[in-house]
């Protein structure tokens, strides 16, 4: 920047000559210059190419213009809550060093004219909203002293974070998601998504970290980075969860189950073996559902085919079964009967022990499908939310 003083002293006044005189930068080492420095400076120098650069113009009146071009670092104290996502004020500020306010007074010449060039300032980061100058007295052990202050509101830059940091996360969170169109029994495909996915939000995070003084509070850009983080951990824990229900509690809950129907399908055989009514004529009576349940088609055709079978009577109550009467022949078509009974209780018990190796997939499919609907929802509320906050 360039940085210009001017003062009168009446010592260097002249006349006979009306016009003002530029005087080499050496001369500057033979006069009276203000010991002004920069308040809150951190590493400031005169650039000295292709010599020193200053400048030295002396008026008739005995006014002295003494400008520098200088390049100067300044301490800008920043609260990084809502980074980056935030606005801040930082001011650079003119002081003198030994002469108090009894020797020295400061002031803007020119008023609000007296910095030109702000507007055509561009920074990577930040973007200059406003600006003010103030004049104030600061009171120091030795003394009060004049202090001049350029007080900049700036505004950070979101493009670079959008793209370097938002954009990335919100697509490797939406990237997890993936896992539940996958099918549940691709345990690789889905655990290797999963842990890629936390992997990348971990590297990210770690990589802002170390741009990033170390502050002791939470930062805005650390809540949304830390939210995705818990939608691609929830979703691999979400496979975890489908994984215990597929392999661990959903078969053992069957197999309860399926033990409890063997026994009730055991009782209900031994009570239809002894629920065979007999007419006051020797004719069993069998109602049509122990028909369909108990005696198959090729029972009946075979009974037809065979010249010594009973005939058989069809009415809309009951089907009567006529043969006759022995009760020898009695007693033993019952012993078939509770053979037969007997054997189709042991082939359902079998039948409901191989199911049990087949679990019920109905679980499964509900929990990937409720987490296709319940995490995007989540994480646009997630977001809505975020951004509505920070950036009004």
Known sequence: MYFQQSWRDKRLSYSGIPLNLTLDNRVADQLWVPDTYFQNDKKS???????????IRLHPDGTVLYGLRITTTAACM???????????????????????????????????????????????QFSIV????????????????????????????????????????????ILSWVSFWINYDASAARVALGITTVLTMTTISTHLRETLPK??????????????????????????????????????????????????????????????????????????????????SSDVFTSLRDPRATTYTYDS???????????????????????????KGRLRRRASQIK???????DVNSIDKWSRMVFPITFILFNVVYWLYYVH
């Open 130 to 173: 406003d600006y003010k100058m103030v004049s104030k007295r600061v009171e120091f052990t030795t003394g009060a002293y004049p202090r001049l202050s350029l007080s900049f509101r700036l505004k950070r830059n979101i493009g670079y974070f959008i793209l370097q940091t938002y954009m990335p996360s919100t697509l490797i969170t």
């Open 317 to 343: 109550a009951n089907l009567q079964y006529r043969r006759a009467t022995s009760s020898r022949d009695l007693y033993s078509r019952s012993a078939l009967d509770r053979h037969r009974l007997h054997k």
């Open 215 to 296: 502050i002791p509070y939470v930062k805005a850009i650390d809540i949304y980075l830390m939210g995705c983080f818990v939608f691609v951990f929830l979703a691999l824990l979400e496979y975890a969860f489908v994984n215990y229900i597929f392999f661990g509690k959903g078969p053992q809950r069957q197999k309860k189950a399926a033990g409890r129907a063997g026994h009730a399908t055991g009782d209900k055989s031994r009570l239809e073996t002894n629920r065979v009514q007999v007419d006051p004529h020797g004719n069993m009576l069998l109602s049509p559902l122990e028909i369909r349940n108990d005696v198959s």
């Open 45 to 55: 120098f005169v650039h000295g190419v292709t010599v020193k650069n200053r400048m």
């Open 78 to 124: 920043m609260d990084l809550r809502r980074y980056p996502l935030d606005e801040q004020n930082c001011t650079l500020e003119t002081e003198s060093y030994g002469y108090t306010t009894d020797d020295i007074e400061f002031y803007w010449n020119g008023g609000e004219s007296a910095v030109t060039g702000v507007n055509n300032i561009e920074l990577p």
């Open 356 to 362: 049990v190796k087949i679990p019920d997939l109905t």
